[in-house]
């Protein structure tokens, strides 16, 4: 299957500091990718579509002047918190679809998971 | 009522036992059904993909889709410690964002 990775794996930021995370796809093109938000033991948000070279799509109640998402190229996604605070600690975790295929499936990263002190 | 109910258990079995996971959904139109593996503390892994009714075997797991029930089933046999995860069922309309249960928490006794 195909491969996504984020980095970092696990970040502590300060409070009212700012935090970037990214989203590669590594051996496919994934013109749209999606970013989740995990609080322990809850299942997977989404908090917004991350579009290649357009404005990302965000879910209703997700600030998007706070979670900045830019979609640079066909294998980058950043998500950027920003003048974070201790509620937003949480993992987030990005996803892509291989856009090559006619089918639909999903591949995920293995999550980053921050921690706002 | 949200559109995709799982049970989140836990669910706590023997090594060798037949697991049994569910979730139902409200919308008719969801057509692609996932399961996804999660460990603790790492991204989802993508299970058994499924279009429609009918089943979908691979080695020891079954994914079993009823439209008409609006009811999807995950079958693991033979279930083993390393099974022991969070598994999520997920589908979508054939947009991609997909639309997740809540997760079932299943630990594999030795």
């Known amino acids: 299957g195909a491969v996504v990775s984020q980095h970092p794996s696990w970040v502590i930021c300060k409070s009212g500091t700012s935090v970037k995370i990214e989203c590669r796809s590594l051996?496919?093109?994934?013109?749209?990718m999606f970013w989740y938000r995990q609080f322990p033991k809850q299942s997977l948000m989404l908090m917004a579509t991350?579009?290649?070279?357009?404005?990302?799509?965000?879910e209703q109640g997700v600030e998007k002047d706070k979670f900045l998402i830019n979609h640079a190229s066909l294998t980058l996604s950043t998500l950027t918190v920003t003048s974070a605070h201790p509620e937003d600690s949480s993992f987030y975790i990005c996803?892509?679809?291989?856009?090559?295929?006619?089918?639909?499936?999903?591949?995920f990263g293995p999550g980053t998971r921050l921690t706002v002190t | 009522q949200k559109e995709v109910e799982q049970d989140p258990g836990p669910l706590s079995v023997p090594e060798g036992a037949i697991v049994s996971l569910n979730c139902t959904y409200s919308?008719?139109?969801?057509?692609?059904f996932m399961w996804y593996r999660q460990y603790s503390r790492k991204g989802p892994e993508l299970l058994m993909y499924?279009?429609?009714?009918g089943n979908k075997e691979d080695g020891r797991f079954t994914a079993q889709v009823d439209k008409s029930s609006k009811y999807i089933s995950l079958f693991i046999r033979d279930s083993q410690p390393s099974d022991s995860a969070t598994y999520l069922c997920?589908?979508?309309?054939?947009?991609?964002?997909?639309?997740f249960g809540t997760g079932t928490r299943l630990t594999v006794i030795p």
């Open positions: 991350s579009n290649e070279g357009s404005k990302a799509t965000y």
């Open positions: 919308n008719s139109a969801f057509q692609y």
């Open positions: 051996d496919f093109q994934a013109t749209t």
């Open positions: 996803s892509a679809p291989d856009s090559g295929l006619s089918s639909y499936e999903q591949y």
């Open positions: 997920a589908m979508h309309r054939g947009a991609n964002n997909l639309f």
């Open positions: 499924t279009y429609s009714s």
